[in-house]
């Protein structure tokens, strides 16, 4: 396998590919829009992982880098899965010098518990103290909005 190299910022990003894999793969976004994924980038920190230039991976954090980050749309392409990729990430991202001093993390997955539990992820400290609000379909409604 070649190297992979890490890049941020959504000009470095395969917008395509990340909306391909989120709209038709994931579990969590399916039927999303181009400009909504875009939009979302723009406004997050996005880190790719990439082989002979080809985006095989990504992730996003949305923070406001001094006390709270989200991680959101993590991915590694199925060809590419089990290499590490995710790890490299994650690591890069717990390397950033703002990531170190955010208070609370938090993400959603229904499936990679074990990769982000060695990652310090632990089950909510305090369960009856956090609400949502959920509309899973929001993006489907409003897409004029964009």
Not at 55 to 77: E, H, P, S
Not at 106 to 116: I, Q, V
Not at 124 to 136: A, F, H, N, Q
Request: glycine share 6%; charged share 20%; proline share 3%.
């Amino acid at each position: 396998m070649s190297a992979v190299s890490i890049k941020t910022g959504i000009e470095n990003m395969d917008v395509k590919v990340i909306h391909r894999f989120l709209n038709e793969d994931s579990y969590w976004a399916k039927n999303i829009s181009f400009e909504l994924v875009q939009h979302s980038l723009e406004h997050s920190f996005c880190v790719g992982a990439f082989i002979d230039g080809q985006q095989v991976g990504f992730g996003r954090v949305i923070t406001d880098y001094y006390t709270f980050g989200w991680f959101a749309d993590f991915f590694v392409l199925p060809a590419h899965r089990g290499k590490g990729i995710s790890k490299k990430m994650l690591s890069f991202i717990f390397e950033q010098p703002w990531s170190k001093r955010l208070r609370r993390i938090m993400l959603n997955t229904s499936d990679a518990h074990g990769l982000y539990r060695q990652f310090q992820f632990k089950d909510l400290s305090g369960p009856t103290k956090l609400l949502e609000i959920y509309r899973p379909d929001v993006h489907l409604q409003y897409a004029e909005w964009l």
